[in-house]
């Protein structure tokens, strides 16, 4: 058996008329056995344990549910056991009865591939009836009224918002609700204070819009009936808000103050000699050399 270098390699086949040498023999699981390829079958060895493990099924004409048969037990008692256990006779219909479209006067068998399931009523139809026009689909469901999110939502909207300054404890309610509600009262205090804003700036845009078209603002003499807060430091003027005022300053006080800084603030080059002043210094140059020879020292 094997070879000099290798003397444990491979093994006989156990067959008393075949003992070949099989480098890969295989071992029978019933028996535990050494066979070669051409006996590694239970037949082809004659395993004495071959029929110990075959499972035998029996479908039951009852309940069409299968009966396994145990090989060292009768038959008849493993069937009489299955009767007296398990044995449904209601379960024969499901079992055998074939599915077919549900359309009234359609007598198609719904299998694997022409089954349809419809995503609106979920039901099975064959694939002419798959549209739901063809089998009077009564279309999508609507929400359920007790759903909890829906409910959260309803409930919400007819409390009253928790004010921000005194908030309640925390009771036991879900995070949803208390979510909800977080989201209702900010959502309101935004909205008020949006519009609060955007009646300031309309008012304040009249005024100044009146500021700029009379160019001083209104004064306490116009008999307007409204309180003036605000007087300007130079003319005297008095405004309603501080940005009337702020305008005023700016249109009427800064743009004079502004003319009169460009007037002063141009550049003027004196002669040394004569103090005679000139803006361009090329003027100046010219003046030494025409009438002072030429040197600007004293």
Not at 201 to 214: I, P
Request: proline share 7%; hydrophobic share 25%.
């Amino acid at each position: 058996m094997g070879t000099p270098a290798f003397p444990d390699l491979g093994k006989h086949c156990f067959v008393e008329d075949c003992k070949q040498l099989d480098f890969l023999p295989f071992t029978c699981d019933r028996c535990r056995q050494v066979f070669c390829l051409d006996h590694r079958s239970y037949l082809k060895h004659n395993c004495p344990k071959g029929d110990k493990k075959d499972v035998t099924v029996v479908i039951c004409p009852l309940c069409a549910k299968g009966v396994r048969l145990i090989g060292d037990e009768d038959p008849n008692i493993s069937w009489e056991t299955h009767v007296n256990t398990e044995c449904d006779p209601s379960n024969y219909e499901k079992v055998t009865k074939k599915r077919k479209c549900p359309v009234r006067g359609c007598r198609e068998v719904l299998t694997f591939s022409n089954t349809i399931k419809c995503r609106d009523c979920t039901k099975d139809h064959c694939l002419k009836h798959r549209f739901g026009p063809d089998h009077t689909c009564p279309g999508p469901r609507k929400p359920d009224a007790g759903f909890q999110f829906m409910s959260l939502l309803s409930r919400s909207k007819k409390e009253e918002p928790p004010r921000p300054n005194n908030r309640a404890p925390p009771t036991t309610t879900s995070s949803a609700t208390n979510w909800t509600s977080n989201f209702l009262s900010a959502a309101s205090n935004v909205r008020a204070s949006a519009e609060a804003g955007v009646s300031k700036l309309g008012r304040e845009l009249s005024q100044a819009w009146l500021t700029a078209r009379d160019g001083i603002g209104p004064s306490s003499s116009s008999g307007g009936g409204a309180e003036m807060d605000e007087q300007c430091p130079q003319c005297g003027a008095k405004f309603e808000s501080v940005m009337s005022l702020v305008e005023h300053v700016e249109k009427v006080h800064e743009k004079k103050n502004q003319q009169q800084s460009r007037v002063l603030k141009l550049p003027v080059d004196v002669c040394p000699k004569c103090s005679k002043g000139f803006r361009d210094p090329v003027d100046l140059v010219e003046h030494v050399e025409r009438d002072h020879g030429g040197t600007s020292k004293a």
